[in-house]
Nanobody, 120 residues
């Protein structure tokens, strides 16, 4: 059974970089043909796609966040990470990692989500 779990600081100061790690068990992040995604949900709002890293290591980002977003991976640890720079209180949200296959819309496997608050 594939499981994903987000981890990282729950509080980030404005202007700093938000860094989260998704640890995957029960499956490899290099397995064809899955996309490993980051999604967030601000308070009172809907889900917002941030970006993904593919099984080959290619990345794609939301146009509105691309300039501040970096997704990377460590295949040896079966982890992928999110870095969102220059954060503001508007970046406060529950952050999820998820696995999406070409047949999955929405993604089939999700982490439980982690609350990140941007505040001084």
């Amino acid at each position: 059974q594939v499981q994903l779990q987000e981890s990282g600081p729950g509080l980030v100061k404005p202007s700093q970089t938000l860094s989260l790690t998704c640890t995957v068990s029960g499956g490899s992040i290099t397995t064809n043909y899955y996309f490993w995604s980051w999604i967030r949900q601000p308070p009172g709002e809907g889900l917002e796609w941030i970006g993904f890293i593919t099984y080959t290591g290619s990345t794609s980002y939301s146009p509105s966040l691309k300039s501040r977003t970096s997704i990377s991976r460590d295949a040896s640890k079966n982890q992928f990470t999110l870095q969102l720079s220059s954060v503001t209180p508007e970046d406060t949200a529950v952050y999820y990692c998820a696995r999406k296959g070409d047949r999955d819309n929405p993604p089939w496997y999700w982490g439980q989500g982690t609350q990140v608050t941007v505040s001084s």
